[in-house]
């Protein structure tokens, strides 16, 4: 989990006005929203800034300000204690900023749906009505040629007659 750091590409960063529109604007996925609401009422934020490839959460108190990316919310530290509903989360060391710890949102952890298969049909065939279908014909055998051993026609006859 290497990630960039400092302002955004642009070299600005501007701030957001809350949360949820940190969260539309950087396009994370709509069922972390909940969960990453409890992680910044937990720790305490004042404030919330695009750094481009993440959301920089300034915090009320003293530590390091939290990265909020797509998969994952980095910035905690090893004797931080994080609950969310009743799970006590996993911290686990971050790559990119050594100190400090990260834990993935819950989508990461949901199975990945496979594709549908599309549902062949087969055509519907009906006749006109006051008519009924076709029944299918018995295959018949007419034998075969005492001469060449070919499969003789229902007149009877072979190839070599």
Do not use: W
């Amino acid at each position: 989990m290497k990630e960039v750091q400092g302002p955004t590409p642009a070299g600005t960063s501007r701030p957001y006005r809350s949360l949820n529109e940190a969260l539309r604007a950087h396009r994370i996925d709509i069922s972390n929203y909940a969960f990453i609401t409890a992680l910044v009422d937990t720790v305490g934020i004042s404030s919330f800034i695009d750094r481009g490839r993440y959301i920089e959460a300034i915090r009320r108190g003293e530590g390091a300000a939290l990265h909020i990316g797509r998969t994952y919310t980095n910035g905690f530290t090893e004797d931080e204690r994080l609950v969310v509903g009743a799970t006590a989360l996993r911290l686990q060391p971050s790559e990119g900023r050594p100190p400090y710890f990260y834990v993935a949102h819950p989508t990461e952890f949901m199975p990945i749906a496979a594709p549908k298969a599309a549902k062949r049909i087969a055509p519907r065939v009906t006749a006109p009505r006051g008519e009924r279908p076709p029944t299918p014909v018995a295959e018949r055998d007419y034998g075969t040629c005492d001469v060449c051993f070919m499969v003789r026609t229902a007149a009877g006859v072979c190839s070599c007659d």
